[in-house]
């Protein structure tokens, strides 16, 4: 199984602005670089990771995806939510009519990323830890929507100073969550 780290963003379109002057493009970069190393230093992952370019667009990366993903591949997208100065939490967004798999994959690793935190899980329902794509802000998420295989958009936190606080220096924890929960499940 292959699992496309997808960092949010570019160059072009570096995202949210953080409270510390950094854009998400930066974040999700970073995140995506250390997935990538805890992955290859590391034995016992029964995954290849796969790392998105970095100067490409969005429907770039998604054509690259449909074109070397295969069967059994997972995608997941790393975000951070912008910079309000009151909001908190952490969220995952998955498509409706995804596998049952992808869906348990991401209540886990959202849950996980909210308790390595110490920050909620935002939450449409009572009843489920992920969102559908039609629940976010931008009403579908193109990731999710055009890929051909089973995609999860995590939002790892706010980008403000009370979660980014939380998150920096915990940054090696939450990339290990998301190679642990994918690798948990295969």
């Known amino acids: 199984m292959k ?5 949010g963003h570019s160059h072009q379109s570096p995202g949210a602005l953080a409270y ?6 930066y974040y999700t970069r ?4 250390k997935v990538f190393n805890i992955c290859n230093m590391l034995s016992g992952y029964k995954m290849y990771v796969v790392k998105s370019p970095t100067t490409s667009s969005l429907p770039e990366r998604i054509e690259w995806v449909n074109r ?11 975000h951070f939510n912008y910079n309000h100065p009151t909001a908190t939490g952490t969220e995952v967004f998955v498509h409706p009519d ?4 992808n869906k348990r994959t991401a209540t886990i690793l959202v849950q996980q990323v909210g308790e390595l935190l110490g920050i909620p899980v935002r939450r449409s329902t009572p009843d489920r830890a992920y969102k559908y794509d039609t629940e976010s802000q931008h009403d579908t998420l193109g ?5 051909r295989i089973p995609a999860i958009l995590l939002e790892v936190c706010f980008m403000n100073e009370g979660d980014l606080h939380k998150y920096k220096g915990k940054e090696p924890q939450v990339a290990a969550a998301i190679l642990d929960t ?5």
């Open 3 to 7: 699992l496309y780290v997808i960092a």
């Open 30 to 33: 970073d995140l995506q670089r």
């Open 68 to 78: 070397t993903a295969q069967k059994g591949d997972r995608l997941i997208d790393i």
């Open 20 to 25: 510390d002057g950094k854009y998400e493009h």
């Open 143 to 147: 990731i999710i929507r055009r890929t």
């Open 98 to 101: 995804t596998t049952e798999e």
């Open 182 to 186: 994918y690798n948990e499940g295969h």
